[in-house]
């Protein structure tokens, strides 16, 4: 099953995504992940998106999409979920040809909706594990005491360069004007859920198990 966790940023993608990955053996294909990794590693890449990433925009459909065809090229899994891709209504073309190509169909997008005061509360309050991508909140899930990491036990909490509020906002915008409109799109395909992304972790994983039964 391939499928597509589309919301805005702060809805909590990445950590159903996580949860999707552990419980199902899918395989996560995050574009944030691969260009900040870029980033970190100082490819020639990584040093063209940095400063958009910083500022909280897009990077090129061209770039993007080169992304995801590679690991659509190499990795053999039992079914991907798209985190953070597609953006764009080319991307979301362009995902389509890409599966075709690799014998695949996109089989669910699960849209999660959560309201904008939340997101950006959510966002300023996100650390992640630098290690394995645990996902923190200070105020619903804080850092453990100890200082380690509960899933792997590293002591490597990172906040994201773009988890201020002047770049959410940016962020928040891009996602209106550009990645909203493939609800639309989605939805006239007929492949679209909607769940409510503001409860509590395993009560937004219980609506995501169900919209994909
Ligand atoms: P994310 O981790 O999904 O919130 O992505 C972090 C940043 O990476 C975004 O604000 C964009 O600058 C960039 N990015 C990630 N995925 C995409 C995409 N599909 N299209 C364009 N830019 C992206």
Avoid at 6 to 32: D, F, H, N, Y
Avoid at 116 to 145: F, H, W
Wanted: aromatic share 4%.
């Amino acid at each position: 099953m391939n499928i597509i966790l589309l919301g805005p940023p702060g809805a909590g993608k990445g950590t159903q995504a996580r949860i999707l990955v552990e419980e199902r053996g899918m395989v996560q294909l995050s574009t944030g992940d691969m260009l900040r990794a870029a980033k970190d590693s100082g490819t020639e890449m990584g040093d063209i998106v940095a400063d958009v990433m910083a500022r909280g925009a897009l990077v090129t459909d061209e770039i993007v999409i080169g992304l995801i065809r590679e690991q659509l090229n190499t990795v053999k899994a039992s079914g991907f979920i798209f985190d953070g891709f597609p953006r764009t209504l080319a991307q979301a073309d362009a995902l389509t040809n890409l599966l075709a190509a690799e014998g695949e169909n996109l089989d669910a997008v699960v849209e999660m909706e959560v309201d904008d005061e939340a997101l950006v509360a959510r966002i300023t309050a996100r650390s992640t594990c630098g290690n394995c991508g645990e996902v923190y909140n200070d105020t619903t899930k804080p850092q453990p005491a100890d200082g380690k990491c509960s899933n792997c036990g590293a002591s490597d909490f990172r906040r994201r360069a773009d988890d201020n509020e002047e770049s959410l906002r940016t962020r928040l915008m891009e996602y209106y004007k550009k990645t909203a409109p493939l609800i639309g799109y989605y939805y006239a395909k007929d492949m679209l859920t909607k769940i409510d992304g503001l409860g509590e972790i395993s009560q937004v994983k219980a609506a995501i198990d169900k919209a994909l039964s």
